[in-house]
């Protein structure tokens, strides 16, 4: 009976054995079908995979990365905020802490750790422990780059829990091991840092390296390195800017990882790991870093460009994730210093504007009264008025309680940006108190924009003052006027008289105007002398004996394009052109008479470094050499003419140097301009109010020697200190052949006299 037992339990014991060896490979054949099955995506149940193109070529969406003249980073262009590095741009200390934390085995399996797998079987599914989730380096590049758990990967069988994440993580399983095939274990390392999601809009390891330390990859140390891998866990929850204490609890888990690894010793571990986490945080947007008002430009230019070229394939070229890199003229260093020189005199100056408005405000019409209803009627050009006036219609006493109502915001200073308490009609009142502000400098030889300057904040004034924005010039339009005379065989030492001048139009009142300070001095003087002093009445006669066709065909040629009038009052600047059009403009005279548009994107690659297309800037003869020579001599009586416009620049500027230079106010001083010129740059300037209601109440204090004149002169003292730009002083280029035209007006006044002409009769000129 024993033995009979104990047959029957050994046979038992056999069976079952037996059954389960027959159970562990049919599961197994069975898996492999399931693999296969998946691998093929077999009657579309389980989702597609890529194929062996997209493998050997993955399309992860790039930033396209915008570069200055000197190669520094000015921005990106992107939708992730993600640009490349290769494996020889990563810090050794940032790889070990990767394989450490993440895939300790990294180098020895070929994208499936079974032994991981094995662990998190048992601990994870028959203990119920939390041992992570066993997937490997390679396993999580594959997720980040064809979004292997995304719905556009799902098959039929997707929606099926559990079974779902079994289809992902198979999915995973083989396309971790095409990529071991297909690529070095450093690539598939750089791929993965490459593609991964760092938190606060930072998408991969270059971008996330600048945005917390302000540093590249390979200049990370060992407990930044820390820091960055500690975000692939959770990079909200471990962030070390909104969790501190959990970073620095996750990166000491990382630290000591390293050390189980043999890449820290317990020592230096002991040393690390007591050091705090120090940021230099800085979330990439175009608010932030330099020329932000360049670089909008810029953007609208490339998406015009992408809509008018095709790659070879025929498909279009997208700007926000193909990773182009576009150089550009820019300066960084330049572009720094004009920003500089914005800030430091517009705080200073609206200090002043806001002593002079006192408790009064800034909005006044030509009687110097305040205007009434001003702000009733701004804010109806408002976005926060449009959304109102849809939801409530007519309902005029809702609309206006919306508006009145105060909310906390933060708003914009000089002294940086504050929190407080303002309703929609406060802040509208507030900000239109605000001086707002242009800046452009060109190299006029090659056309190459150095600096530009849109404004004083992007981020809470949008509105670009060097090209979307247009004012009258005021004064800065004389040299086209003098310029036009020039041409029309006037020498700079043509002589009139400033007395009153009176031009006539056919079925018009007499156009006569006055000087800026009300008052004829009846004195004769030359034209480069009236020019300097910046003379109404001599720019009214010369526009008289010339006619306002001939100006507006000289200003044409040189360079403005917007709309002109054919009236004798445009000699004083009352037609609106933007900085763009004035240093292109002025820009003609410093290079011997041709003209070039200003020009500021240079080249634009691929993200392989092939290049797409090389810009070349238009160029065409406006005037003769010796005629943009004599306008340069014109503009340089602003600093050599007795009461000079310019007389007013530091002498530390003038010293060993020629300088041109053109003030410019409008009436009411609504708007201050200066254009100022030297041998290698020419740069200009506007101030004024948001609208051109707002100003100084004083002419004398809105005047562009005052507004605008200052900030050009801190950006040149800034410019010629710093020898590493090349900027030399010197004189203007002067022409090879002699002049034909005296300028020597000693000699002028001896040896001719036939251009002299001062019957001021009431004789009509008709236009």
Known sequence: ???????????????????????????????????????????????????????????????????????????????????????????????????????????????????????????????????????????????????????????????????????????????????????????????????????????GIKTASKTFFNKDPKDLSVQESAVLVGLFKAPTYYSPVFNPENSLRRRNTVLSQMVKNDFLTEAEYDSISQLPIELDYRVQNQNQGLATYFREIVKADLIKWAKENLKSDGSAYDIFGDGLKIYVTLDSRMQRYAEEAMREHMTELQKAFYQEMGDRDPWIDESWQVIPDFLETAVKRTERYRILKERYGDQTDSINYKLNEKKEMRVFSWEGERDTLMSTMDSLAYYKKFLQAGFLSMDPHTGHIKAWVGGMDHKYFKFDHVKQGKRQPGSTFKPFVYAAAIENGYSPCYSVIDQPVEVYIPGQPAWSPSNADGKFSYEKMTIRKAMAQSINSVTAYMMKKLSPKIVIETARRLGITSDLEEVPSLALGV?????????????????????????????????????????????????????????????????????????????????????????????????????????????????GGDDRAIHFRSWSAGQGSKTARPIWVKYMTKVYADPSLGYTKGPFPRPERPLSIEIDCDKYEQESQRFADFDYDAKKNDF
């Open 575 to 687: 037609n609106d052109v933007s900085i763009f059009e004035m240093v292109g403009a002025f820009g003609t005279f410093v290079n011997k008479g041709e003209h070039t548009t200003p020009y500021y994107i240079d080249r634009i690659e691929d993200k392989n470094g092939n290049v797409i297309q090389q810009f070349t800037p238009k160029k065409r003869p406006a005037m003769s050499e010796e005629h943009a020579y004599l306008m340069t001599y014109m503009l340089r009586g602003g600093f050599e003419e007795e009461s000079g416009t310019s007389q007013g620049v530091p002498w530390t500027l003038r010293e060993g140097n020629e300088l041109g230079g053109k003030t410019g106010t409008t009436q009411n001083a609504s708007d201050g301009w200066y254009m100022g010129l030297s041998k290698d740059l020419v740069s200009g300037t506007w101030v």
């Open 1 to 203: 009976m024993f033995k009979s037992d104990q047959s029957s339990s050994i046979d038992w014991a056999s069976k079952t054995i037996k059954y389960l060896w027959m159970a562990f490979f049919g599961g197994l054949v069975c898996f492999i079908l399931f693999v296969w099955l998946v691998s093929i995506n077999f009657l579309g149940l389980f989702g597609s995979l890529p194929d062996f193109k997209a493998l050997e070529n993955p399309d992860s969406e790039l930033a396209s990365e915008l570069y200055s003249a000197d190669g520094v980073l000015l921005g990106t262009f992107a939708r992730e905020n993600r640009s490349p590095v290769s494996y020889e741009e990563l810090a050794p200390n940032l790889v070990q802490a990767l394989i450490s934390t993440e895939d300790e085995r990294f180098e020895e399996h070929s994208g499936i750790d079974l032994i991981a797998m094995l662990r998190v079987f048992v601990k994870s599914i028959l203990l119920g422990q939390d041992s992570g989730g066993g997937s490997t380096l390679s396993q999580q590049t594959a997720k980040n780059l064809f979004k292997t758990r995304t719905d556009a990967s799902a098959g039929i069988l997707s929606n099926i829990p559990g079974l779902r994440m079994l289809i992902i993580k198979t999915k995973e399983w083989i396309v971790a091991t095409q990529l071991e095939k297909a690529y070095t274990k450093n690539e598939i390392l750089t791929l993965y840092l490459n593609t991964s999601e760092f938190g606060s809009n930072a998408f």
